[in-house]
C-alpha cells in the first residue's frame, strides 16, 4: 500500500489523462504528414486531412491540459515535474490554436507556417507526453 | 518556459486581427490603388447586424422617391420588368455546399448572420400595377418549385430563368400572370458543390444567344482545381439548342450581366477574391470581352499574382486582361441595369448597380445602390450614391440590395433580400 502511494505522488497518470494525453500524438503527427504530403503535392486534400487532425489534436490535448492543470491546482501535487508538464503541453496547445487558423486560410496560403507550425507542434506533443509519462519511472523522486 | 508562454501570448494578440488605421485607397475606375496583400491569423470581419425597417426607407437623391411595392416575400434576388409593366421576381437561395473543413462550419454561421432566417422561396412572383397609380396590388406565384432562380431575361415570347443548375424557359403572353406549363429544360449548369451558386443571364440583342454567369466553386481554388472546371467564367448558349461554350473566362463571380442597348456590347459585375485583406481585390465592372481571360484564380486587376494558388501559371498571368472599372473592395456588387433617360439627366447615361455589402472588412463597403456614370459609352467619374441608408448610422442593417432592374416607364426597381422587400425609385415630375 505504501508502494502505490509513493507512486501515486510521483506523478502516476491517471488512466484516462494518460489516453487524452498521448492519443493527441498521432493526430498532430498525422497533421504533419499531411502537411509534408500537401506541401509536395499541391492536392489540397491533403490539407483538408491535416485541418481535421489539427481539431483533433486540440480537442484531446485540451481536456489533457485542463485534467493537468487541475491536478497542478491540487494541494498534494509538488515537484517541478507537472509544473513543467502543464507549461509544455501549454505551449504545445497554444501553438496548436494558433496552426489551426493558420491552417484556415485558403489553398497556399496556409503555407510555409502551416507546415513549420505543424512539424514543431507534433514534436512538442511527444515531447509534452514523454515529459508527463517520465515521472512514472521507479526510483525516480521529483 | 515561462518566457516562451509570454512570447506565444504575445504574438497570439498581435497578430489576431489585421487593424489598419490608415485612410481606405481610392478604388473606384481604371485604375484603383492596390494596397500590399495582408493574411493575419483572422480575416478582418464585420458581418452585418440585421433590424427591421419599421417607419424608416432607403434614402434617394433630392428629386426623388422610394417606396416599398412588395413586401414579405422569401428572398427575393433579381428582378424583371416585362413589357406590359409587370415585375416578375425571382426568389430563392441556393448552395448548400457540403462542410469539408472545420472552417465551412464556422464560417457558415458567421456570415449567415448577416442574412435573413426565411427559407428561400424558390418561385418567380408576379406583381402588377393596374391602375398606374404606383401601387403594385396585384400578385400572383408565376412559377414554382423551382431550383433556386436568379438570372430572368425575355426574349420575344419565351422567359429564360437560370436556375442554379439548369438554364430553363416558360413561354409567356403578354399579361400572363401564371406559367402556362411545365419548365423547358434549355442547358444544364455547372451545379457540383456550387460554392458560388447564382446564374446570371442576359440575352443578346437577336435573341439568339444567352449568356449566363457562373461563378468560381471557392474563393481560390481551395476545393481544387478540378472543382473549378467549367466555373467562374460566361457561358454563350444558344437559345434554340441549348449548345454552350465558354464566351469569357477567369471572372470569379460575374453574378449580374447586362447588354449595353445601343451597341451591343455585354457587361458585367464581378465579385472578386477574399482574405487579402480589406482593401483587396476591388469588386468591378467590366465589359465582357469574346475569348477574353480576366485573371481568376493566378492573378486579380490583370498581373497582380496570387500567392495562394498553386500550381502557378504565369502564361495566363500574362494574358489576363485588366477590368474596365472598379467599384471598391468587398462591395459585393449583385444587380446590374443600363439606365434610360426616364431616369432623369443625372441618372440618364450609366448603370446602376446594386452592392450587397461587405463582410470581410471592419469598416463596411456597399450595402447600398450606386450609379456609375457613361460617357461615350464607357464609365467615368466616380461611382454615385443612387439608394441608401439601408446600413444605418445606428450600425444596424436594415436591408441588403441584390438585383436592380430600370422600368422604361422609368422607375428603378431593387431587391431587397434582407428584408424581403422590393423598392421602386421613381423621379418627382414637375
Redesign the interface.
Known amino acids: 500500500m505504501a508502494v502505490s502511494d509513493n507512486q501515486r505522488h510521483r506523478g502516476a497518470l491517471h488512466p484516462i489523462h494518460a489516453v487524452l494525453l498521448a492519443g493527441a500524438v498521432p493526430l498532430f503527427l498525422g497533421a504533419m504528414l499531411s502537411d509534408i504530403a500537401y506541401s509536395s503535392s ?4 491533403w ?2 486531412f491535416a ?2 487532425l489539427i ?1 483533433g489534436g486540440l480537442a484531446l490535448s485540451g481536456f489533457a491540459l485542463l485534467w493537468s492543470g487541475i491536478d497542478l491546482l491540487r494541494a498534494d501535487r509538488r515537484g517541478k515535474l507537472p509544473l ?1 508538464s502543464f ?2 503541453l ?2 504545445t496547445w ?2 496548436g ?2 496552426n ?3 491552417h ?6 496556409s503555407m510555409p507556417e502551416g507546415l513549420v507550425l505543424s512539424i514543431i507542434v507534433a514534436v512538442l506533443a511527444v515531447a509534452a507526453t514523454w515529459l508527463a509519462f517520465s515521472g512514472l519511472r521507479p526510483g525516480a523522486d521529483k | ?2 518566457r ?2 509570454l512570447l ?2 504575445a ?2 494578440s498581435a ?1 489576431l486581427t489585421a487593424c489598419g488605421t490608415d485612410p481606405d485607397p481610392v478604388q473606384h475606375g481604371h485604375d484603383p490603388e492596390l494596397p500590399d496583400r495582408q ?1 493575419g ?2 480575416p478582418s470581419m464585420n458581418i452585418a447586424d440585421p433590424a427591421a425597417w419599421g417607419d424608416q426607407r432607403p434614402t434617394v437623391p433630392q428629386g426623388y422617391a422610394i417606396a416599398a411595392i412588395a413586401t414579405n416575400l422569401r428572398i427575393p434576388r433579381q428582378t424583371l420588368v416585362l413589357p406590359n409593366g409587370d415585375i416578375l421576381v425571382a426568389e430563392g437561395m441556393g448552395g448548400g455546399a457540403p462542410i ?4 465551412d462550419a464556422i464560417a457558415g454561421y458567421i456570415k449567415g448572420k448577416g442574412t435573413s432566417p426565411v427559407k428561400g422561396g424558390d418561385r418567380l412572383t408576379l406583381l402588377r400595377d393596374g391602375n398606374g397609380d404606383g401601387t403594385y396590388e396585384g400578385r400572383a406565384v408565376f412559377a414554382e418549385n423551382l431550383n433556386a432562380p436568379y438570372g430572368l431575361a425575355l426574349v420575344g415570347d419565351r422567359l429564360y430563368v437560370a436556375n442554379q443548375d439548369a438554364l430553363v424557359r416558360f413561354d409567356y403572353r403578354d399579361g400572363q400572370i401564371r406559367a402556362s406549363g411545365p419548365a423547358v429544360e434549355v442547358t444544364k449548369l455547372p451545379s457540383a458543390i456550387n460554392h458560388h451558386w447564382t446564374k446570371s443571364l442576359a440575352a443578346s440583342p437577336d435573341g439568339r444567344f444567352l449568356y449566363v454567369g457562373i461563378g468560381s466553386n ?7 482545381m478540378a472543382a473549378e472546371g467549367d466555373r467562374a467564367m460566361v457561358w454563350q448558349v444558344d437559345a434554340e439548342t441549348g449548345a454552350h461554350k465558354p464566351y469569357a473566362t477567369g471572372l470569379r463571380n460575374p453574378t449580374a450581366l447586362a447588354v449595353q442597348p445601343g451597341l451591343g456590347q455585354l457587361w458585367a459585375v464581378v465579385n472578386e477574391r477574399d ?1 487579402l485583406g480589406p482593401n483587396l481585390v476591388p469588386d468591378y465592372l467590366t465589359s465582357v470581352r469574346q475569348g477574353g481571360f480576366y485573371g481568376w484564380p493566378f492573378s486579380y486587376w490583370g498581373q497582380n499574382v496570387d ?5 502557378q501559371d504565369p502564361q495566363k498571368v500574362a494574358a489576363a486582361i485588366r477590368p474596365d472599372y472598379a467599384l471598391g473592395s468587398h462591395v459585393a456588387p449583385l444587380g446590374l441595369a443600363f439606365s434610360s433617360p426616364a431616369m432623369g439627366a443625372r441618372f440618364g447615361d450609366g448603370v446602376f448597380v446594386g452592392e450587397h455589402g461587405s463582410w470581410n472588412r471592419n469598416d463596411p463597403s456597399g450595402y447600398k445602390v450606386v450609379f456609375v456614370p457613361f460617357r461615350g459609352g464607357r464609365p467615368t467619374g466616380a461611382p454615385v450614391d443612387f439608394v441608401s441608408g439601408f446600413m444605418g448610422a445606428d450600425g444596424k442593417t436594415r436591408g441588403r440590395p441584390v438585383g436592380v432592374t430600370v422600368d422604361p416607364r422609368g422607375a428603378l426597381i431593387v431587391a431587397d433580400d434582407l428584408s424581403n422587400t422590393i423598392w421602386r425609385v421613381t423621379r418627382y415630375v414637375r
Open positions: 499541391y492536392q489540397v486534400q490539407k483538408n485541418s481535421w481539431v513543467a507549461l509544455l501549454l505551449t497554444a501553438l490554436f494558433i489551426a487558423l493558420i484556415a486560410r485558403d489553398a497556399w496560403g | 518556459m515561462r516562451s508562454n506565444a501570448a504574438a497570439l497578430l493574411s491569423l483572422l469539408l473543413r472545420p472552417k471557392s474563393n481560390i481554388t481551395e476545393n481544387g482574405e500567392p495562394r494558388v498553386r500550381p
